[in-house]
């Protein structure tokens, strides 16, 4: 319990301390207007309190990976609960900040304006179509999880297929409605069903002196099936460390903050609170089944078609908070992915909205967008497998946040900022994408040296690209003066 309470307390001291480091390099300025006053259009330009634009940010990126990922990334060791703690400040954080303030200053531009901003127009290019593509694929994503979470909770009453109904009604209205008029109303109620779940865990690991594992009894790999903890674990655990599906929803409360100061709390501190979710559940998953030797024989006994997360999501809620909080819990857990998916959908209306520029001010143009979108999703939710779209999610959404932790880099750089801040986790992160598709089953399958090589090189050589760039930019500016 004592790395458990100390990996809380770095946490915490992380979004005081190197977020405010963070914060001092981007440079905020708190007499700047925001797109939100400039850009006004009571539709997706709606300003906000920064309380409620906090726990929108974090009921957006606090969907099934921070509870799922942790679960089956603590099954590598307690060497997860180091990826959640130091992904989530220098990694995680930093990337959602910084995405969402550059937005800001770009009047609220979405995520593939942003990158293609920096990176140049062949990248701007691949990312309309890589994000839309990633947030149709998260929407669909998480349709399919709640489903099937709420179908359990209704046995005999709703089944699976008219709860894909329900759920998928409500995302159509959420993406298509002003922000303020349902996403506004709604997440506070989706918040406190969350943070209940999250707080009552966390209470029941100290009431039961739950069992969980020391980081000083080792940090070797302990996963059943021999998969190596880079890159796997890294993938693993995504949404409680780094996400890039963060930086696609960042920019839509970027179009509702008042003002800059507010950043900090509102993206930096979105990402810690879900690290924090991250961290309790990989404690109670190790903890609740007496050691990380009992969850991984629980896990190996469940039927081979059987969603392992929600699985244990639902003994440890009901066993440690009884029925009506087990209830309560397994509706939190419910709640992270569905706010999670509405505003994805979102998302992707106002990536192609962007760069079709077609303003959404009206609803004809917002379903003109939007139609073709719910087309494709529904295509995906019916024919597509949900364990083959979640392999797929979890690398695209890491690959994601490669691109931005570029971006960030090339774009404090181009200012003459600190740059180190991003460009060491854009190289880590390069690694562990790159690996991890030549390794993966879904990938080329490659055995763990070549991966390792072929990954290593991958970064080295993004890694001279960025110098090549930073030098052509320092003999610019010497030329011009």
């Known amino acids: 319990m004592i790395s458990f309470c100390l990996a809380l307390v770095i946490l915490f001291a992380g979004y005081f301390i190197y977020g405010k480091f963070a914060e001092r390099i981007f440079g905020i300025d708190t007499n700047r207007q925001t797109p939100a006053y400039s850009m006004n259009d009571n539709v997706d330009y709606v300003p906000m309190s920064w309380w409620r634009i906090f726990l929108i940010q974090f009921l957006n990126i606090a969907g099934l990976g921070p509870i799922f990922g942790a679960i089956m990334g603590i099954m590598f060791g307690p060497a997860a609960f180091l990826w959640i703690v130091f992904g989530t400040i220098f990694a995680g954080a930093v990337h959602d900040y910084f995405s969402g303030m550059m937005s800001i200053r770009s009047k609220g531009a979405s995520l593939p304006e942003l990158n293609g901003n920096e990176l140049g127009i062949a990248a701007k290019q691949f990312m309309r179509i890589f994000s839309s593509l990633l947030m149709i694929l998260v929407g669909a994503v998480f349709i399919s999880g709640p489903a099937g979470l709420l179908a359990g909770m209704t046995s005999g009453y709703i089944n699976v297929f008219w709860w894909t109904i329900i759920v998928f009604a409500y995302y159509i209205l959420a993406t298509l409605l002003p922000i303020d008029k349902l996403i506004g109303k709604i997440y506070p109620l989706f918040g406190i069903v969350l943070l209940f779940m999250a707080a009552g865990i966390l209470i029941a690991l100290f009431m039961n002196d739950a069992p969980v594992p020391e980081i000083t009894n080792g940090l070797s790999n302990r996963h059943p099936d021999g998969l190596p903890i880079f890159p796997m674990m890294f993938v693993s655990i995504a949404c409680g460390a780094i996400s890039g599906f963060h930086a696609t929803q960042s920019p839509m409360m970027a179009r509702c903050i008042k003002n800059e100061k507010y950043g900090r709390r509102c993206f930096y501190g979105a990402m810690v609170a879900e690290g924090v979710l991250a961290l309790i559940w990989a404690a109670a998953a190790a903890s609740f089944f007496g050691s990380i030797d009992g969850l991984q024989e629980y896990v190996a006994k469940l039927p081979a078609t059987s969603n392992t997360g929600a699985e244990v999501v639902n003994v440890i809620s009901k066993t440690w908070l009884g029925t009506f909080g087990g209830i309560l819990a397994l509706l939190g857990v419910v709640a992270a992915p569905v706010t999670s998916g509405d505003t994805a959908l979102r998302s992707a209306r106002l990536i192609v909205a962007d760069f079709l520029h077609v303003s959404q001010r009206k609803l004809i143009n917002r379903l003109f967008v939007a139609i073709p979108v719910f087309a494709l999703t529904f295509i995906i939710l019916f024919f597509i497998p949900f364990s083959v779209l979640w392999r797929y999610f979890a690398w695209c959404n890491q690959t994601l946040a490669v691109f931005t932790l570029w971006a960030i880099t090339v774009y404090l750089c181009r200012n003459r900022k600190n740059y180190f801040i991003s460009l060491v986790p854009a190289l880590f992160m390069t690694a562990v994408t790159s ?17 390792n090589i072929l990954g290593f090189s ?7 690209l960025f110098i090549y760039y930073r030098n052509r930019l320092y003999k610019k500016r010497i030329s011009s003066f």
Not at 458 to 464: P, Q, V, W
């Open 435 to 451: 690996t991890y598709i030549f390794i993966a089953p879904e990938g080329f399958g490659c055995n763990m040296l070549l991966s």
């Open 458 to 464: 991958i970064t080295m050589l993004t890694g001279i």
